[in-house]
């Protein structure tokens, strides 16, 4: 595209490339939660969904036929099929700009040009970087919810058994697969079984509060959970863990239930240790989930967590002398038992009154989140008139376009990015198929709450 219309100054700097290798500095300045997705071309328009359908097996057969029955056509044999599972993957537009004027010296001109482009890229990736995060820990809209979903707690006692209790976040409770693989509602008749206290119940329906008291972080429903049969008003109390037995695996030091009972005292208080790590990956193993890239399980944590987690001492004894690495003398990146520990500033945080700063851990396998990109970005039409310079680095857009104001001062620098996250399900891999697998919808990675050292 001719670049004449911008000024002299910066047109080497377009031609030379330098300005988009500026904007790919700053992609490349932070960790990502991104990194975990499997990318895969979206070929539809924005605001548009996919319906994913994902296959499972047949469960094996250990029972011999029948000699009696080995007749006729059939041979005695009735047909199966395998189960199948839907879920939904959905793009939108994201974007930002930065405006230029030019009235100022030449030198001026160029130096704010590269610094709006690594701020702009800077800023690309940590907006891709926390819509991936909100995916992973608390979903993507969809109603089974994130990698946090469907554990929660009863906020008001019950004073005598019922049917009905309030919890804390109806989040990963609303719906359910129904026989068909597909995602449905919870009602009378598409039930869900749900851990409360230390009793299973039968879920029939969800209703979220008119006042939102959740406590949840991103965007916690507060609501009441009505059940086929009374819960126990020991099983109701304040504080009680709620439990879908379909959700994620969320683990705590020291097997803390609920988020409200972690603690924190002097240094012997519920901070991530290699115990729970070692457990989540023992859970991911039980599902048969591939480790990440590298053949290791990520584990991205912020800097307090991991200050526990170097003050634990089953890690200290297999971190002592393990290691002779630059990473490892640097303590950036961690590979110990299977575990590749990635510390990131964009952890989830959230401040819980009573409790304090609640940290979460997430350790993901192979396939935990996947990112679709538009397919079509770098090919999208642009009218004639518009004389802008486009560059895709990494998925992204970067759009420089010449002043076209009336008094042709003023220089667009903007980015945006076409795409979607989505959590694909693993319903079908039940015990049936993989005897070690749980009956969790989401299997492919496991949050582990804690306290943080030094808070």
């Known amino acids: 595209m001719p670049i004449s219309d911008f000024p002299a100054v910066l047109q080497p700097i377009v031609q030379k490339g330098m300005l988009q290798r500026e904007f790919q500095n700053g992609l490349k300045s932070m960790l990502a939660f991104r990194a975990i997705a499997d990318r895969e071309p979206f070929p539809n328009s924005v605001g548009e969904t996919i319906t994913k359908t994902r296959k499972g097996l047949k469960k094996p057969v250990t029972t011999a036929m029948d000699p009696t029955q080995n007749t006729n056509l059939d041979n005695g044999l009735t047909p199966s099929t395998f189960s199948v599972e839907q879920y939904t993957l959905g793009i939108d537009m994201y974007g930002d700009t930065t405006d230029l004027n030019i009235v100022t010296s030449q030198s001026a001109i160029a130096n704010m040009f590269l610094a709006n482009s690594y701020t702009n890229g800077i800023q690309a990736i940590q907006s891709l970087e926390r819509i991936a995060r909100n995916a992973l820990f608390f979903g ?117 239930k609920t988020t409200a009972a972690l603690t924190a005292s002097n240094g012997t208080g519920d901070y991530l240790n290699m115990s729970t790590c070692l457990s989540a990956v023992a859970k991911l193993r039980n599902n048969n989930v591939p480790p990440a890239a590298g053949g290791f399980y990520h584990c991205y944590l912020d800097e307090n967590q991991r200050l526990g987690l170097f003050n634990d001492q089953m890690f200290q004894r297999l971190y002592r002398g393990a290691y002779d690495s630059d990473p490892a003398r640097d303590a950036q990146i961690i590979e110990l038992a299977g575990i590749r520990f990635m510390p990131t500033t964009e952890a989830p945080q959230q401040t819980l009154e009573g409790v304090g700063q609640i940290h979460r851990a997430i350790i993901c396998g192979q396939g935990a989140l996947i990112e679709g990109d538009f397919a079509h970005i770098e090919g999208l039409p642009v009218p004639d008139i518009d004389k802008s310079e486009t560059a895709v680095v990494d998925g992204i857009a970067m759009v420089t376009r010449p002043p076209l104001d009336r008094l042709r001062q003023i220089i667009a620098q903007s980015w945006y990015w076409i795409g979607g996250f989505a959590l694909p399900t693993d319903m079908t891999a039940n015990n049936e198929i993989i005897p070690t697998a749980t009956s969790s919808y989401l299997k492919r990675a496991v949050v582990i709450e804690s306290m943080g050292l030094d808070d």
Do not use: C
């Open 140 to 256: 993507n809209g969809s109603d089974l919810g994130g990698y946090i979903s469907g554990n929660t707690r009863v906020i008001t006692a019950l004073a005598a058994a019922g049917t009905t209790i309030q919890v804390d976040d109806i989040r990963g409770f609303t719906a359910a697969f129904n026989p068909y693989g597909q995602i449905a509602a919870v009602s009378s008749s598409l039930t869900m079984p749900v851990l409360v206290g230390s009793t299973v119940y039968t879920l029939t329906g969800v209703t979220p509060d008119a006042t939102n008291a959740s406590t949840a972080p991103e965007g916690g429903i507060s609501g009441t959970l009505t059940f086929t049969s009374n819960v126990s008003e020991a099983d109701g109390a304040a504080g009680s863990a709620v439990v879908a037995l379909t959700a994620p695996k969320v683990l705590r030091p020291n097997g803390k």
